[in-house]
């Protein structure tokens, strides 16, 4: 810190982003203390709950590897529907963590500290639930490594020209590069971990983990080295994934996909979706774990920031949607733009809006920001608004495209929602478990920024 | 390692000459190019390095692992021993026979591969087809292979031998024989003379046999008007070719009657435009429920049934009086007299001035117009018709009697049957006999059927399948399928057609003829054996001409491989009209039947696809969606948009139906142009036998009258529609009716078009790429959409040539129809009267194909003669294409459609076109399998492809030839002479994918007087 603190005014002071007396000892305790001990029925509850919501999608996605996608809604001209649908959807909620983890770290955002690890966890499993829905969707699944470059006596590439073929490099690159950015960060920790365990097989799993981990200065030389640089590898990744994804519409010819403000407007979107779902899942940890000095207020107000942020630049795409529509006087183009708000799933267009745009605007009252049913209002609407927005794009698009013969109405089956019911099973039986065997707090980043842990002119960290 | 004078050593060596380094000998190349070594792909042989190739085997042996999980089924392929001397693999043979329905006989052209019938084309010998054929010709096919077919004979329910039927059969014949006891035998109509022949020798050992030839669609009202006014009940043979001015009285001779396809070839002959200067016939059609025919008129009335009569004796007098054309001699002006032309507007609520125009379109035309009046028309109206084409000197110029068909037996109406029946019923009979009809099914009288025949000693049914009539029979005895058969049939006088069998019997069958020889046999009769025998015996004596200088075997194998033989025609002469016909007519349609004020009129009109129900088990045409509705499996009733509103009920309601006293629940149908006050409905549906047609669509046959109903036709009555409450969704194929403005269709009028001709803006878009180099062949296609009616023969041939799937009623409401070529129908203007234009669409192969861009796994590609290629085995079923294609003509196998399916139903297929299993894309392919046939031929024969010698499936079925496939790099062929016409358009060209399908645009040709029905 170049300037003295104590001659800043009050505002521009760095805030504080725990509250309370800590120590690293007592951070320990008080994060990694969760990992030991029986979990409250609470617990057990909620992996009863996702586990058999789990178990329903698992059993009719098996059930359409024996069938064939015929028992989905998805017809023609409405090829896609839920499957991509959900994929967007959670690559978007996926999001959210490296964002945090590695363009907030780039900026110096201390309050990221506090939620990295658990976005940076959600980034993971939102990942695994998108991941699910491309291999699903096609018709032949047992072929579908296919699309993977591999050396064979045919001497048949895929087609590099496919965005397809990018979706496939992009989320598997972004799978591997933040999975590798969560586990390094996650190393100190599981150290430390390893030295409070008490179970044998406990101990045993967090050493091999731990990969040798002693906190030597060299240890720390190297992990801040690989930090960062990975941190910069995602910061592109974070932009370029679902830049990518959104190829897969922009680069189509179909009216409705064919859009230039599709790669930012998506990124936007995931960034919104993501926030939102962290912000859901924050707020029950945060409860559930008596976590409120460490995810303050304060965190919880900047989420909702961003979240206003994005919403605001939701809803300039959506209005620049409509004046391509209307500049572009492509009839085939405004014929989509008018059927997504009046057409027969307006309804989802308005809900869209709804959900993304107005509601969101309750944030920009600083009260609102701090109360969890102002902020789970928000962020369980723009969940849902997020996924129809999905919706409106991939089946309102797809269901009147160029010539009206083909026209035709699409209408999910039950097997279509309890893949997504089951992807949700998945994504919180993966949460849930995480929080019981792995810090869901980066107690090494924390214990970085706690009182006298930086050098300083003053001898002191932060008051 | 290299050595001193460059060259590498090689460390293997074929030939001393290789390890010298000299090149290798014309032997060796070939030797090496037919071991397949030459060929990419190949890694280098000599170049790979120890530690690279180590590398290779590694990667490989891990990724086969994964590549080996095939789900391909192995099956055994086991050669010939003794190869029949006709068959060789792989080359298909073509037999000449011919097809019966009704009082049609069809000659077609069937393609047999190792010894299967695949697909069905037209005999291009037959001076009549001209190589076109009905669609449902082409669709019975799959009856050959319908796993309901009847495998041996029935006795009460239990399998039997044919000895133990006979046994059983013979002397309960006896007996009836010994009695003179009435024997009832019921057949359809009957136009083959042998056939005719083997009945007349069983009518002499067997007495008291009463044939009755029914077919259940007859009209009384034709039959009835020919025999009052000529003296002859025989249909004329209409020469569509020869009319300048055609109107169509509820007459749809472009869709369900039976001679479409001759009627459809000659009507279009007519109506092409090579140029500016060409001229075109004119078809006025006043009709109830929206046609195929009604939807290519230039002018479409909607008229109520009841009021055509009238119409037409409107016509008459305005032709008398207005344009000075006689009355035939005798007829009185006053008989005419109750009927203006003022009146008339009025009470079709028509404007006044467009019958002006038909009037006077009619005079202009004399004697080539032709006045057609629908099977449905009671007797009045078919007078009224005879009367304006004997006024207007039609009579043997455009209605040609002289090659009338005149049945050997029959067709009698249903009505006729009953009346059979229920003599029977009062004195008893012997036995009964059903032969290839189903009259439990469609006689309106369910319960007169079985009452009268409950007692008859011997209930006898011969018949391919076990239909309604089967099951109250309990003697069953399984017949050939046609493709199986032997037979003869004259649809007139100068021509005789030959069915001869391309499979053997696939069950234990016997033919039907050859069945009643049997009996004749044991009664006594001397008659050949086999039916095949008896045939050419009759040949021998009456056809062939001992005259000839031909040998009676050369005549006769001439015969069976042309399928057709040509006699000397009568030349077409004018009948005589009897005035007392036109004066009873006349006073009969002064009053309408059902008036408006009773309600509704019942229309019962025959299924386009599954006729009158006896294909109802083919899920071919089940599937085929109807031209003008588009439904598939099923018949909503069809209600015009007026009523619809009046009567508060909307598409896919379930209306309950009322007339003649019964009532059935039916889902509705709003039909744009339907006329007010009727309401559609066609036969042909709700079956109870058949494992497909069972439950699909309602049985209308109960609601048909009997001759004295006073509706004046058995397929009118006055109806009423009451909403029954509920809801069901028809599968209807196009959900959307309307162009929504969109430039898809292009048309104008004729008038229009010679004065100023078409002047399209280019849309294409400007491209940096650079245009795509075909470097022998770049194949292409021209729809003319002034020539397609919209039948839908393409859909079928497509379906069987193709191996395209049958997905039934479910998915096709899921929009799931696997259709490789559709027809689109759009409607316009107004929805009480509305334009309708129909389009082929199929895939348009385009240059810049946005589906190939998308793949990821180059599963779709371009070949480089010009076609959108698809690897099935390569697809993996992202249905990315199928997103992008902007003509939504790909397909994908959402479930195990097709490649399930086991002996008989498997035997369909085209050995030439992959089964496509679930979970891959396809779509048209232009025939692939037919372009690399003549190429293949055109090379062993060292001669370029000739223009016009490869004919995909749907350009051979088109009746209206329509379709034109070629080289578009050949600037001399016919479809680069199209594509280049300036009625050629590219449908959504300004997207820039360069489609190789040229739409020529739709010419119509109203009248000036009219006010045109084209917008």
Known sequence: MKADAAALPERLRPRAVFQGVMTPGSLDDQVLGHTAGTPSPLWYAGLAISLSAFAVGASLILYTFYTGIGVWGNNRPVFWAFDIINFVFWVGIGHAGTLISAILLLLRAPWRNAIARFAEAMTIFAVMCAGIFPLIHVGRPWVAFWLFPYPNQRAIWPNFRSPLLWDVFAVSTYFSVSLLFWYLGLMPDIASLRERATGKVRKALYTVFSVGWRGASSHWRHYEKAYLLLAGLATGLVLSVHSVVSFDFAVSIVPGWHMTIFPPYFVAGAIFAGFAMVVIVLVVVRETMRLENLITDYHLDAMNKVILGMSCLMGYAYIMEGFTAWYSQNAYLHHIFVQYVWGSYGWAGWLTIACNVAIPQLLWVPRFRRSYPAMLLVALGVTVGMWFERFVIIVVSLHHDYLPSSWHLYKPTPVDLGILVGSFGLFFTLVLLFARVLPVIATSEVKATLPGAQPSHRGGGHE | MMRSDGRRRLRYWRSLAEYHGLPPTEEERVAEAAHGAAGPPEFPGDGVSRRRFLGLLGASAALAAGASCSRAERGTIVPYTKRPPEVVPGVANHYASTFQEGTSAFGVLVKVREGRPIHIEGNDEHPEFAGKTHLRAIADLLRLYDPDRLRRPLLYGKPATWAEADGRIVPLLRAAAASRGPVLLVTGAVVSPTRMAVLEDLRRVLPGLRHVAVEPLAGPGSRDAAVACFGEALTPRLRFDRADVILALESDFLGSDGQAPIAIREFVSRRRVEGRGDSMSRLWVLEAGMSVTGTNADHRLPVRPSASAAVAFALARALHEEHGIALPAGLSKEVLSAFGLDAIAGRVNAPRA??????????????????????????????????????????????????????????????????????????????????????????????????????????????????????????????????????????????????????????????????????????????????????????????????????????????????????????????????????????????????????????????????????????????????????????????????????????????????????????????????????????????????????????????????????????????????????????????????????????????????????????????????????????????????????????????????????????????????????????????????????????????????????????????????????????????????????????????????????????????????????????????????????????????????????????????????????????????????????????????????????????????????????
């Open chain 2, 354 to 1015: 467009l019958l002006d125009a038909l009037a006077a379109d009619l005079a202009k035309a004399g004697r080539a117009a032709l006045v057609v009046a629908g099977p449905s028309l009671p007797a009045e109206a078919h007078v009224a018709s005879s009367l304006l084409n004997v006024m207007l000197g039609a009579e043997g110029h455009t209605v040609d009697a002289a090659a009338a068909c005149r049945p050997a037996a029959g067709p009698a109406t249903a009505e006729d049957l009953a009346a059979a029946l229920r003599e029977a019923k009062a004195g008893g009979v012997a036995a009964a006999i059903f032969w290839g009809v189903n009259p439990a099914y469609w006689l309106p009288d369910a319960a007169l059927f079985k009452s009268a025949i409950a007692r008859a000693p011997a209930r006898i049914f011969i018949g391919l399948d076990r239909d309604e009539t089967a099951e109250d029979c309990p003697i069953v005895l399984p017949e050939h399928h046609w493709l199986e058969s032997w037979g003869d049939y004259e649809t007139s006088e100068d021509l005789l057609s030959l069915e001869q069998p391309a499979i053997g019997p696939l069950y234990d069958t016997r033919q039907g003829e050859e069945i009643l020889l049997g009996w004749a046999k044991a009664l006594g009769a001397v008659v050949p054996a086999g039916y095949r025998e008896y045939l050419k015996a009759r040949w021998r004596r009456e056809v062939y001409s001992a005259a000839s200088p031909v040998p009676f075997e050369s005549f006769w194998s001439a015969a069976l491989h042309d399928g057709v033989l040509r006699r000397p025609a009568a030349p077409a002469s004018p009948r005589a009209i009897r005035i007392a016909a036109v004066e009873t007519a006349a006073s009969a349609a002064a009053v309408e039947h059902a008036a408006p004020g009773m309600g509704l009129t019942l229309l019962l009109h025959p299924a386009v696809t599954v006729y009158d129900g006896r294909y109802a088990n083919n899920g071919w045409l089940q599937e085929l969606p109807d031209p003008v509705t588009t439904v598939t499996w099923g018949n909503p009733a069809r209600l015009s948009p007026a009523d619809a509103r009046r009567l508060g009920l909307e598409d896919g309601d379930v209306v309950r139906l009322e007339a003649r006293g019964r009532s059935l629940e039916v889902p509705l149908l709003v039909q744009p142009g339907q006329a007010e006050g009727t309401v559609s409905l066609a036969l042909g549906y709700g079956r109870s036998t058949g494992s497909v047609a069972t439950g699909v669509g309602v049985d209308a046959w109960p609601l048909m009258g009997t001759g004295s109903d006073a509706a004046g036709s058995p397929f009118l009555a006055a109806a009423r529609l009451t909403s029954a409450g509920t809801r069901a969704e028809t599968a209807t194929a196009q959900m959307h009716r309307s162009m929504e403005g969109r430039d898809i269709v292009r048309s104008l009028t004729l008038a229009r078009y010679a004065k100023a001709g078409f002047e399209q803006e280019k849309r294409e878009p400007a491209t940096l790429f650079p245009a795509q180099e075909f470097p022998e062949h770049k194949w292409g296609m021209a729809i003319d959409l002034t020539a397609c009616v919209g039948c839908g023969g393409c859909v079928v041939a497509c379906q069987s040539e193709n191996n395209v799937a049958v997905v039934g009623p479910e998915q096709v409401r899921r929009g799931r129809a696997m259709h490789w070529m559709r027809i689109d129908r759009y409607f316009d203007g107004s929805p009480d009267n509305p334009r309708v234009v129909h389009q082929p669409m199929l895939c348009q192969q385009c240059d810049s194909a946005p589906c190939e861009t998308v793949c990821p796994v180059n599963a779709t590609t371009h070949s480089p003669d010009g076609l959108n290629q698809m690897a099935y085995n390569r697809c993996v079923g992202t249905r990315y294409c199928a997103n992008n294609c902007p003509y939504k003509v790909r397909r994908f196998n959402f479930l195990e459609y097709t490649a399930a399916k086991t002996e008989p139903e498997s035997l369909v297929f085209n050995p030439e076109v992959t089964v496509r299993p679930r979970g891959v894309m396809e779509k048209c392919t232009f025939c692939v399998q037919r372009i690399d046939d003549v190429r293949q031929r055109a090379k062993g024969e060292g001669r370029a492809v000739r223009d016009g010698e490869i004919v995909p499936a749907c350009a051979a079925a088109c009746p209206a030839t329509a379709i034109v496939f070629g080289d578009l790099k050949d600037p001399t062929s016919e479809v680069s002479r199209l594509a280049a016409s300036d009625r050629g358009y590219r449908v959504l060209e300004e997207l820039g994918v360069k489609p190789s399908v040229t739409y020529l645009a739709r010419l119509t040709n109203p009248a000036k007087g009219g006010d045109g029905h084209e917008g």
